[in-house]
């Protein structure tokens, strides 16, 4: 893994002396597109100026998918999403989910279960398994769409993704490597695959390990993956937490840690939320949780094609998070940045 500590600000518990960071988006290499304003999508020739461009889109895939006409896809749709107002974005939002380039691009596995959501929400863990690429049905797609995913993958949204289970998988390793007999929380577990990595090199046996998702097929597809480890799992969703159930299982932590779910909440249940996963852990515990950053290059495509929005933030949106817990109980606050940018990283550690 790379050396991350230039990412790494430690902020002292007085919320007072935080400072805001300053982003900075990157040139997008290839596609520029003129600004659009609450004051021109109602013009013909705005909206048919980017519909003409997805039709070009669309004439070249229908000869061949390029790796680079598929990123150029990408950031055409962000640079579009960045420069658009929230209310203009909905209303180009919606006509370029209804585009005829739809058909194509949802040959590619990945973009087709975020959009059909068979679920019932975007970002389930067969979704996450194939931004891991350890999907079990590679070998049975076809061609294209071993194609697509190869290049949906390789975006840095799920390059980032990546890089998170495997801080995830650190963060367990360092923990259990201190405290044996630790005890970890996952919420909104998923799949739960940091912990492959663990089960023949740590002696997790002695530790106890909690996973929480509310979806009950992933919880399944646990106990089929990692058959020889001593899990408890718990089928329970974030307001279950709220409301007070499963204190026990949660309780006593050494960490409680939540990797894909709070780009889904809303401020204040965030808020709730992590005052809840901080108080439930033990002295010297940690709480990790992490969010996109606006930075994400690939948010046009994902809130279209995927029809997968999320709740991109700043620095000050995320130390905001701890606005509900007493700052004299917290030792340290850790808040950085993945190596490519996309993700934001908030550790809490408890006094």
Not at 52 to 70: A, G, I, P
Not at 85 to 94: F, G, V
Not at 107 to 119: A, E, I, N, V
Not at 132 to 160: F, K, W
């Amino acid at each position: 893994m790379q050396n991350r500590s230039q990412f790494i600000q430690v902020f002292p518990t007085d919320p007072t002396t935080q400072t805001k960071q300053n982003h900075h988006f990157k040139a997008l290499r290839r596609t520029t597109v003129a600004p659009v304003t609450q004051s021109t999508i109602g013009v013909p020739d705005a909206t048919r100026a980017i519909l003409t461009r997805l039709d070009t889109f669309k004439s070249q895939f229908d000869s061949q998918f390029n790796s680079d006409d598929v990123s150029n896809l990408f950031e055409f749709l962000s640079t579009l999403r960045w420069q658009s107002s929230a209310e203009t974005w909905t209303k180009l939002r919606n006509q370029i989910k209804c585009h005829a380039l739809g058909r194509l691009v949802h040959q590619d596995p990945c973009t087709r279960r975020s959009y059909q959501k068979p679920r019932g929400y975007a970002g389930d863990a067969v979704l996450i398994d194939y931004l891991y690429r350890l999907n079990d049905d590679y070998q049975h797609l076809s061609r294209i769409e071993r194609q697509l995913l190869d290049i949906v993958t390789n975006r840095p949204s799920a390059i980032a993704v990546r890089e998170r289970l495997d801080i995830a998988t650190q963060r367990i390793s360092e923990i259990l490597q201190k405290k044996p007999t630790a005890k970890i929380v996952s919420l909104a577990c998923g799949h739960f695959r940091e912990l492959l990595p663990l089960q023949h090199t740590h002696p997790i046996d002695r530790a106890t390990i909690v996973g929480i998702d509310q979806d009950p097929d992933s919880l399944a597809t646990i106990k089929t993956a990692l058959p020889n480890l001593s899990l408890s799992l718990v089928n329970a969703s974030v307001m279950h937490l709220i409301k007070g159930h499963y204190f026990a299982q949660t309780s006593n932590a050494d960490l409680f840690y939540a990797l894909g779910l709070f780009d889904y909440l809303s401020d204040s249940l965030a808020q709730r939320l992590i005052a809840l996963m901080f108080g439930r852990l033990n002295p010297g515990g940690t709480v990790l949780i992490t969010n996109f950053t606006p930075k994400n290059p690939d948010i046009g495509y994902m809130e279209t094609f995927m029809d997968w929005p999320l709740k991109v933030r700043e620095s000050a949106d995320i130390y905001g998070f701890t606005n509900q817990i007493p700052q004299h109980d917290i030792a340290e606050i850790k808040l950085y940045r993945g190596t490519n940018d996309c993700i934001w990283y908030l550790e809490l550690k408890k006094r």
